[in-house]
C-alpha cells in the first residue's frame, strides 16, 4: 500500500446511487413515529400540562417514564432528557407525542398546552455577566452563571502589563455557527426481546449505549446501538442524538414497539446544538518599540440553558488561546456562561475558531498599527521545538511553521499577489492571512490508569480482514483511511480489507469520532493491531486481534492541576486569502484561498484535500455568510445562509510533511484544522482592503458600511 | 380528500391513492419506497430531494402530488440504468466529490439534467445550475470537477 | 362545498369559482408548500386546486405592442424567452435556484405580493398590467393598483390573477440588480430595476423601482420626473448625483429585520441608483 496513491472510498457508489441507507431510509415494521413538544418559553416554571384526549394507538412520553435517570449521563453537567419543573430555553423538549404516523403524532403535539410561568430570561452572554451583579437577573446556573471558569497563564503578566509603555487591546466576537448536516438527526428505537436496539445517526456508538441504557436504568449490555451512515456530523452529531436516542426509547420501553425519532430541518436548526458564541478580549503590554511583553486574555463562550460539553469546548480553546506564538509573558483565562439559549456544543475547531480569530486579529491588527509586515512581525513570537505551552507542557516535535509560511506564500505569489490592483472597477481588494495550529487529541491523565478501550481486527475465514472500531466514517473517509493504514500494515490489498459502520454488539469501545484524534491515535492503534495480526494471516479459521489503546510516552498530564502537554500532538497550518468589496453594497466576495498544512504523514491526499476544502468553505460561512442573532436561533434555511457553489473561490491547497513519530507511520490530524484559519484570514484581508479593523464574525456588509462611514 | 392520481415513474406508468396535497417527496419515498430522494430541509433550499419533472430538475419537497398527475418524474433510481449516471458516479468518486452523500443523489440528479442540456458546460455554468444544491462537506469545487470531469468523457450518455 | 371542487378545473372560471369556495390556487406550488412546511400561510386544510390543465393560463405571446404573459409561465421560462423585455428576463433569472425557477410561476410571484417578489420592481418599471378573472368576468389594471401591501392585492375571494400584460419597450437601456446575503438563491435584501430611453445624450425618459425596501415595490416617480422634465444630459449626471442619492434614499421606506437593517437598505438603494445612472453615461 502507497499512500500515495489515493484509494476510492467503498462507501462512494452506493451513495452516488442513492442506495445508501440513513436512518430514515430503513423500514421498520410497526415503528411508531414520536414528535417532541418543547418549551415556548425561554425560563419559566411549569405549572400545568394539559394533555388532549388520547386517541387509540398514541400516547405519551415523558419524564415519569424514564426508568433511570432523566439526565444525559454523558456531560459533565448533565441536561434532562425531559424538562421537569424547569424549562430553561426555547424549544427544551418536555415530552413526546406519539403516534401510528407522523400527521396523527403531530396533531397530539399541536393539542397539547404546556402552562409555564415565564422568569426574567438571560438572553445575552454580557447578560450573564452582569446577571451576578446589583439589579441582574435570577442567575440560571450557581451565583454567577459561570458553568466553568479557568485560567492558565505562565510568566509574570502582571509586572509586564505594569512596565508597560502602552497598552494594545482588541475585542472580537463571533456568533453561533449552525453545523447544518445534510441528514438531520434522526434514531429509532426497537425493543427487542429483553433488549433495546438503537439505530442512530451518532458519532459515539458506545457512548450513546451507555447513556441510553442509564435512561432504561437497565445494565449497557441490554442497549444495542447501530449506527447508520451519517449524512454529515462536524460534531453536531456527539451531544444531540444521546439526547433523542434515550428519549426514543424510553418510548419504546413504555409502548413495547419502535419508536422513531426524527427532526424537521427547521426543528433541528431550532432545538440542537451549535458553536459557541464568544467575546474575547486580547490585551498586550508593549515596550516602546512595539515589542510584546505580555499577552493578557479573556475569552467567555455563551453555553446556553445547560452547560452539555462546554467545558471541553472552552478548556479547548483556552489552550490554543495564545494561536503559534511564545510570549514572555501569557494568561488566558476562560468562562462559559449560562444563557437562556438552546445549548451550544461541539463544532469542528471546538474552540478553535473562536480562539484564533481572536488571536490572529489582535496580531493583525497590531502589526498595521505598528506599519510591520504581519508574517514578519508573528515570527518574533514563533514557538518553537522545546517552548513550553501555556499550561506548562512541552513542544516535544519540530515546528513547522516556517516550511508551511514559505509554502503557502509559494502558492500565492504573495509578494506579487500584494501589490496587484482591484480587477473590478467599484471594488476594493484586499490581501489577508492567518496562522494557526492545532492540537489534537486531549491528553488524558497520566497519572491515572487508562480507560479500557480497544481497535480491533479479525481475520474470517474467508481471508477478508475486518476492523473491529466504533469510530465512525461520517463522510470524513475515516474508514478508507483506516484500511490503507491496515493494509500498508498486513501488506494486503485494500480490497481485502472492509469496515462496516458500528454495531456495539461487534465493536469494542474506543471513543466517540471527533477531536480529530481518529488517525492520529487510533490509527496508531489499529496499526499496532495490524501487526500482531501480520503474522498470523495465514492461519486458519478466524483470528481476533484485540489492541489497547494507549497514549504515546513523551506525554505528562497532571488533570488535577491542569499542567502538562495538553495535546498528543500539534498540526501547522497557515491560509491566505484574496478578497474583494462591492463599494456599493459593502459584500465582500472571496476570489481566492490558499492553504497548507503540516499533516505529519499524509494517508490519502484525495482525502486530505477533500477535508481542507470542505472545512475552508464552512470557514468561509463561518467568517462571512453565517449569521445568528445573539440571543435567538434562526430556524430557517431561508435566512441562515451556507455557501453554495456561488460563493465559492478556488481553493488551494499543499501539504508539509512533518511526520509525527507516535502516530500511524508518522500521521497527525486533518479533520478540524483547515477551518479555523479561514475567517480570520478574510477578516485580515477585509481589513487591508477597506481600512477599518474587523472584530465581528461574519462580516455582514451592514456592519461593514457603518465602520466605513465611521472610518477617521 | 383521497383521490387517484397516475403519473409516470421512473418509464411506468404508475398510480397512487393520496390526498392531492400530499408532498411528492413523501409519496416517492413512503408509498414507492424510492428512498434516493432525501429530504435534507423541507423548504426547497438545499436541493437533496431533487428529482426530474417532465425532465427538468424540481425540488419534490415543494411539489404537491396533485400537481404531478399525467407528468413524468424521474427519481435517482429511474437514472441508474442510464450510461449518463455511470458516467457521473464514476467521476464523482474518482475526483472525490462524495463525503456523507446525503446530498450526492440530488447533486447528480441536477448534474444529469445540466449535461444533457449542455454537453460542454464551463465552469460558470456547472455553478449556476448547481447553485440550489447545498453541500456541507466538500466545498464544492470538487463536485465541480467531477462534473467537468464527466462532461469530458460524454460520448452519447444523454 | 370545498370537498367537491375538482382539483383540476379546465376553466379560469371553474378555478376562480373554486377560489371562491375556500380552495387553494396551486400555480407553481413553491411558496404554498415552503410556507405549509412551516405551519404557516393560508387554511392548512384547504384543499388544492392545480391550474396546470388550464391552457389559458401558460405562455407567451406577442401582439399589437405587448406581451402576454399567462399567469402560469414559469420563471425559467420568462428568464429565456426572447419576446419578455430583458429587464423582466433578467428579473426572473435571478429568483431563487434554479430548481425554483422551474416550478414558481410569475403569476404566483405577483399574487404572493412579498415585498422582495424578484419580478414586481421589473414589472413596474415595465408599467405591466395584470388581467384578474372571476366567474363575472375579467378586468385589467396596472400592477401598481393590483398590489397594496405585503401580501395584500385587490384580488376578491373568487378572482385570479390569469395574466400579465407587458407594453412593448422602445429603445431603453435596462438595469437590473439584486442584493441579497450570497451570491444567489437567497431572499433579496434591496434590489433595483429601471429603464432609460437616451436621446442625443438627453435623458427622455426614465424609470427606477426598488424591491424590498417598502410595503411594495418603490417606484421613484419625483426622481425620474427631476431627471427627464430637467432634460438632464447623461454627462451631467455626475454632478447631481448627491442629489438624486438623497432623493432615492428619501423615497425609500425601509425596515429592519432579521435579513437586513433599514439603514443598510436605504443607503444600498441609493448606491444602486449611482450605480444605475453612471452607466447611463457610460463613466
Known amino acids: 500500500m502507497d499512500f500515495k496513491q489515493d484509494v476510492d472510498r467503498a462507501d462512494g457508489p452506493g451513495k452516488c446511487a442513492g442506495k445508501t441507507r440513513y436512518v430514515r431510509d430503513l423500514h421498520i415494521e410497526g415503528a411508531l413515529e414520536a414528535v417532541t413538544i418543547r418549551s415556548t418559553v425561554r425560563r419559566g416554571i411549569i405549572r400545568e400540562i394539559i394533555l388532549p384526549e388520547v386517541p387509540a394507538g398514541c400516547f405519551f412520553a415523558g419524564a415519569s417514564d424514564i426508568p433511570g435517570v432523566n439526565q444525559v449521563a454523558y456531560f459533565r453537567n448533565p441536561c434532562p432528557y425531559f424538562a421537569e419543573a424547569e424549562v430553561a430555553y426555547i424549544g427544551q423538549p418536555i415530552l413526546l407525542a406519539v403516534g401510528p404516523d407522523i400527521g396523527r403524532a403531530r396533531r397530539l403535539a399541536r393539542q397539547t398546552r404546556v402552562v409555564c410561568e415565564e422568569r426574567p430570561a438571560i438572553h445575552t452572554l454580557e447578560e450573564a455577566l452582569e446577571s451576578s451583579g446589583e439589579g441582574g437577573k435570577p442567575p440560571l446556573y450557581g451565583n454567577d452563571n459561570v458553568y466553568v471558569d479557568e485560567t492558565f497563564a505562565y510568566g509574570d503578566v502582571n509586572r509586564a502589563f505594569a512596565d508597560a509603555a502602552q497598552v494594545f487591546e482588541t475585542t472580537t466576537r463571533t456568533c453561533a455557527q449552525e453545523h447544518f448536516y445534510l441528514e438531520p438527526q434522526g434514531v429509532v428505537a426497537v425493543p427487542e426481546g429483553d433488549r433495546m436496539i438503537v439505530y442512530a445517526s451518532t458519532q459515539g456508538p458506545h457512548a450513546m449505549r451507555l447513556t441510553v441504557a442509564a435512561a432504561l436504568g437497565w445494565p449497557p449490555e441490554r442497549v444495542r446501538v447501530r449506527q447508520t451512515p451519517l449524512g454529515g456530523g462536524f460534531g453536531g452529531k456527539i451531544e444531540p442524538p444521546f439526547l433523542i436516542a434515550g428519549q426514543a426509547a424510553v418510548a419504546a420501553n413504555k409502548c413495547g414497539r419502535p419508536v422513531r425519532l426524527f427532526y424537521s430541518r427547521d426543528e433541528d436548526m431550532r432545538a440542537t446544538t451549535k458553536r459557541h458564541p464568544s467575546r474575547v478580549m486580547v490585551r498586550s503590554a508593549l515596550d516602546e518599540k512595539g515589542n510584546i511583553l505580555a499577552v493578557d486574555i479573556d475569552l467567555v463562550f455563551q453555553a446556553g440553558g445547560y452547560a452539555l460539553s462546554c467545558a471541553m469546548v472552552l478548556d479547548t480553546g483556552l489552550k ?393 | 380528500m383521497i383521490r387517484y392520481i397516475s403519473f409516470e415513474l421512473n418509464g411506468q406508468a404508475v398510480g397512487v391513492e393520496t390526498p392531492p396535497e400530499a408532498r411528492l417527496v413523501d409519496v416517492l419515498r413512503e408509498n414507492f419506497g424510492l428512498t434516493g430522494t432525501k429530504e435534507g430541509c423541507g423548504e426547497g433550499e438545499c436541493g437533496a430531494c431533487m428529482i426530474l419533472l417532465d425532465g427538468r430538475p424540481a425540488l419534490s419537497c415543494l411539489v404537491a402530488v396533485g400537481a404531478v398527475r399525467s407528468r413524468r418524474i424521474t427519481t435517482i433510481e429511474g437514472l441508474l440504468p442510464t450510461a449518463g449516471f455511470d458516467i457521473l458516479s464514476r467521476a464523482f468518486n474518482e475526483v472525490g466529490a462524495v463525503q456523507c452523500g446525503f446530498c450526492t443523489p440530488g447533486m447528480i440528479m441536477t448534474a444529469y439534467a445540466l449535461l444533457r442540456d449542455n454537453p460542454r458546460p464551463d465552469q460558470a455554468a456547472i455553478r449556476a445550475a448547481m447553485a440550489g444544491n447545498l453541500c456541507r462537506c466538500t466545498g464544492y469545487n470538487m463536485i465541480v470537477e467531477a462534473i467537468t470531469l464527466a462532461a469530458s468523457r460524454r460520448s452519447e450518455a444523454w | 362545498m370545498v370537498d367537491k371542487v375538482n382539483p383540476y378545473p379546465e376553466t379560469i372560471e371553474a378555478a376562480a369559482r373554486a377560489k371562491g369556495a375556500g380552495a387553494l390556487l396551486y400555480a407553481g406550488g413553491t411558496d404554498l408548500m ?234 444600498v438603494a441609493a448606491n444602486l441608483l449611482q450605480e444605475f445612472l453612471m452607466s447611463l453615461s457610460g463613466a
Open chain 1, 320 to 712: 490554543k488561546a495564545t494561536g503559534v506564538y511564545h510570549f514572555p509573558a501569557a494568561r488566558a483565562r476562560g468562562r462559559a456562561v449560562a444563557t437562556n439559549n438552546p445549548m451550544n456544543g461541539a463544532f469542528r475547531g471546538f474552540g478553535g475558531p473562536q480562539a484564533f480569530f481572536a488571536i490572529e486579529s489582535h496580531m493583525n491588527a497590531l502589526a498595521r498599527k505598528l506599519g510591520r509586515d504581519p508574517f514578519d512581525f508573528k515570527a518574533n513570537y514563533f514557538i518553537r521545538q522545546g517552548d513550553h505551552t501555556l499550561t506548562g507542557g512541552t513542544y516535544h516535535f519540530h515546528v513547522a511553521l516556517p516550511e508551511v509560511i514559505a509554502s503557502v506564500k509559494e502558492q500565492a505569489e504573495y509578494a506579487t499577489l500584494s501589490a496587484a490592483p482591484p480587477a473590478n472597477p467599484g471594488r476594493l481588494r484586499g490581501v489577508g492571512q492567518a496562522l494557526f495550529n492545532f492540537g489534537a487529541p486531549f491528553t488524558v491523565d497520566t497519572n491515572a490508569p487508562l480507560p479500557k478501550r480497544y481497535i480491533g481486527l479479525l481475520k474470517r475465514e474467508d481471508g477478508v480482514v475486518e476492523i473491529l472500531s466504533e469510530l465512525v466514517d461520517m463522510g470524513q473517509g475515516l474508514h478508507t483511511a483506516f484500511r490503507k493504514i491496515a493494509a500498508k500494515t498486513l501488506d494486503i490489498p485494500i480490497e481485502r480489507i472492509v469496515h462496516h459502520d458500528a454495531d456495539t454488539d461487534r465493536v469494542p469501545e474506543a471513543s466517540i469520532t471527533g477531536a480529530s484524534m481518529s488517525v492520529v491515535l487510533f490509527g496508531r492503534t489499529l496499526q499496532n493491531a495490524a501487526e500482531k495480526l501480520k503474522p498470523r494471516l495465514c492461519e486458519p479459521g478466524e483470528v481476533r486481534v484485540l489492541e489497547p489503546v494507549e497514549q504515546p510516552g513523551h506525554l505528562s498530564w497532571d488533570a488535577a492541576a491542569q499542567r502538562g502537554d495538553p495535546f498528543h500532538s500539534y498540526v501547522w497550518g497557515a491560509v491566505i486569502a484574496e478578497v474583494e468589496v462591492d463599494v456599493t453594497t459593502c459584500q465582500v466576495s472571496v476570489k481566492n484561498l490558499w492553504t497548507t498544512l503540516d499533516v505529519g504523514t499524509a494517508i490519502d491526499r484525495r482525502l486530505i484535500r477533500g477535508q481542507i476544502e470542505g472545512g475552508s468553505v464552512q470557514g468561509l460561512g463561518y467568517g462571512l455568510l453565517e449569521f445568528m442573532p445573539p440571543d435567538a436561533v434562526t430556524a430557517s434555511l431561508a435566512d441562515y445562509i451556507v455557501p453554495t457553489f456561488l460563493d465559492v473561490p478556488p481553493i488551494e491547497s499543499a501539504i508539509v510533511e512533518n511526520p509525527y513519530p507516535p502516530g500511524p507511520y508518522g500521521a497527525k490530524c486533518v479533520g478540524e484544522p483547515p477551518l479555523v484559519g479561514i475567517a480570520p484570514a478574510i477578516a485580515d484581508a477585509v481589513s487591508n482592503a477597506c481600512g477599518v479593523e474587523i472584530d465581528r464574525l461574519p462580516i455582514l456588509p451592514e456592519d461593514l458600511m457603518r465602520k466605513m462611514r465611521e472610518k477617521p
Open chain 3, 34 to 267: 415552503a410556507r405549509r412546511a412551516h405551519g404557516a400561510g393560508p387554511d392548512p386544510d384547504a384543499p388544492f386546486v392545480f391550474l396546470n390543465s388550464i391552457s389559458r393560463l401558460k405562455g407567451i405571446t406577442l401582439s399589437e405592442m405587448q406581451v402576454r404573459i399567462g399567469a402560469m409561465t414559469t420563471m425559467a421560462e420568462i428568464a429565456c424567452s426572447p419576446l419578455v423585455p430583458t429587464l423582466l428576463a433578467r428579473a426572473c433569472g435571478v429568483v431563487g435556484s434554479p430548481a425554483l425557477r422551474n416550478s414558481a410561476t410569475i403569476g404566483g410571484n405577483v399574487a404572493t405580493a412579498s415585498p422582495c417578489g424578484d419580478s414586481l420592481p421589473a414589472l413596474y418599471v415595465l408599467s405591466a398590467e395584470v388581467e384578474l378573472h372571476s366567474p363575472a368576468g375579467s378586468r385589467r389594471l396596472p400592477i401598481s393598483e393590483c398590489i397594496t401591501g405585503p401580501g395584500c392585492t385587490v384580488l376578491r375571494p373568487d378572482e385570479l390573477l390569469s395574466a400579465i400584460y407587458v407594453p412593448a419597450t422602445g429603445h431603453y437601456r435596462f438595469h437590473h440588480r439584486k442584493v441579497s446575503p450570497r451570491v444567489a438563491n437567497a431572499i433579496t435584501k434591496v434590489s433595483i430595476a429601471a429603464a432609460a430611453a437616451i436621446e442625443d445624450g438627453i435623458i427622455t425618459d426614465i424609470r427606477i423601482a426598488f424591491g424590498a425596501v417598502g410595503p411594495t415595490v418603490i417606484r421613484c416617480t419625483p426622481l425620474e420626473r427631476k431627471l427627464t422634465d430637467g432634460r438632464t444630459a447623461v454627462q451631467d449626471l455626475g454632478g447631481g448625483m448627491e442629489q438624486f442619492k438623497a432623493l432615492a434614499a428619501d423615497l425609500v421606506k425601509p425596515i429592519d429585520d432579521l435579513r437586513s437593517t433599514a439603514e443598510y437598505r436605504r443607503t
